[in-house]
């Protein structure tokens, strides 16, 4: 995480792909228009006792962009990229999905279909709940290929076995061949990579992509998968718990907490100065990269999203908990000076702006707490304040 600047004036994208002009010869739209744009996303299951597993989730996400959200268990995590896609069954979603300016929330299956076959690729945890295991590996990434574009038979096998390369899986032209239970997981996890860059995705998303895999074979997948994104200039939508791989992939980090996002910020913002006193427990509480302390488990238990906590949800749980603030009203959205790029880009572009901006939904940098060390106001860029609803 080198924190150097480019010293030329001439702006270079890592992958080239400028915004308002073409990626992969797909349309970009507008230079100022997002690849994807979440807005107040809300997405909630059942009526009688609904469970609302996102709560005004929104973010943008441009073009060669990586963006990571963490958060413990059912935060609301996984929920939000189904939502995004329209993968999420009997749920109701609504806000707004915009994917290159079209609205995705309450779009036919067969546009979501559309968008899911080429423009957005996707990876999960279970490689076993990708693939048919009646069928061979090959065959179904020949599928997406050609259910992406008309290539022959031909062509589309060439593909595949091109891209079961390109995710480094040996003798790709024999393991074209095997049905899914003869690779082993983290081959598994690579088929899918390859079968999710059938369609020539703009977009992966990666929902804890490495979870459940031996250390060695993670850190292979994390390197294949920031060389695909370097290589393809693609934007990634990241979902994992494990901050260590989020901050290997990500320049920038949300971070979700009982369906909200309560901090974002560049990576080095993020993992430099946390604001929110989850974060900072979060950040506690999981092995940190270079230093070697011991781990402290955040205290308490996440809470029920059938029926949250009024005020901030982490209250609870807050060492800054204020009773009377913080447990009455959702606390204002706080932006700190210390947004901006975190360098690694060599864009040069310092300056913050609504996509990376750091701020932090919380009380303990307000006038009206007496906050403490670990919240410091001279930080504080602009508060903006909500309308005073309860939760
Ligand atoms: N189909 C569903 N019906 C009802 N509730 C659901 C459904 N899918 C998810 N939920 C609930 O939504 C909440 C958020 O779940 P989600 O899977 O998004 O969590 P997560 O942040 O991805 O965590 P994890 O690390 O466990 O994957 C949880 O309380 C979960 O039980
Ligand atoms: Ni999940």
């Known amino acids: 995480m080198a924190d150097t600047h480019s010293t030329t004036d001439a702006p270079s994208t890592p992958s080239g792909a400028d915004a308002g002009e073409t990626v992969d010869g797909h349309d970009t739209g507008p230079a100022d228009q997002p690849l994807l744009r979440v807005e107040d996303l809300r997405t909630q299951f059942g009526h009688r006792d609904p469970l609302v597993a996102v709560d005004g989730v929104g973010f943008d996400l441009r073009a060669g962009e990586t963006l990571g959200v963490v958060g413990e268990s059912g935060a609301g995590k996984s929920v939000t990229v189904r939502s995004i896609v329209g993968l999420i069954g009997d749920g109701d979603v609504s806000g707004s999905v915009r994917w290159r300016g079209e609205e995705l929330v309450g779009a036919s299956t067969r546009e979501l279909r559309e968008v899911r076959g080429s423009g957005i690729g996707m990876v999960f945890q279970n490689a076993e709940a990708a693939f048919d295991p009646s069928r061979t590996v090959g065959a179904q990434i020949v599928e997406a290929v050609r259910a992406s574009r008309e290539?022959?038979?031909?062509?589309?096998?060439?593909?595949?076995?091109?891209?079961?390369?390109?995710?480094?899986?040996?003798?790709?032209?024999?393991?074209?061949r095997d049905y899914p239970h003869e690779y082993s997981g983290g081959m598994a996890q690579r088929a899918m990579v390859a079968m999710a860059l059938a369609g020539e995705p703009d977009l992966l998303i990666a929902d804890e992509p490495t979870t459940g895999l031996d250390v060695s074979v993670q850190a292979g997948l994390v390197d294949l998968l920031r060389d695909l994104v370097a290589d393809r200039g693609m934007s990634l939508l990241l979902i994992s718990h494990d901050l260590g791989v989020v901050s290997q992939l990500c320049e920038r980090i949300a971070v979700m907490y009982a369906g909200r996002i309560i901090e974002r910020g560049s990576r080095k913002a993020l993992l430099g100065s946390p604001r929110h006193p989850y974060t900072q427990a979060f950040l506690r509480s999981v092995p940190d990269v270079d230093v070697r302390r011991d781990l402290e488990p955040i205290g308490g238990s996440p809470p029920s999203l059938e029926d949250p906590p009024a005020g901030c949800r982490f209250h609870p749980r807050c060492p800054a908990a204020e009773a009377g603030l913080c447990d009455?009203?959702?606390?204002?959205?706080?932006?700190?000076?210390?947004?901006?790029?975190?360098?690694?880009?060599?864009?040069g572009d310092d300056a913050p702006t609504d996509a990376t901006a750091h701020e932090a939904t919380c009380y303990a940098y307000t006038e009206d707490h007496p906050g403490g060390d670990a919240y410091d106001r001279s930080a504080v860029e602009s508060i903006e304040w909500r309308g005073g609803e309860s939760r």
């Open 328 to 347: 009455a009203a959702v606390p204002p959205t706080v932006r700190f000076a210390d947004g901006g790029d975190d360098g690694t880009s060599g864009d």
């Open 151 to 176: 290539v022959s038979k031909d062509e589309a096998r060439e593909e595949a076995i091109d891209l079961l390369a390109e995710v480094g899986i040996g003798d790709p032209a024999g393991r074209f």
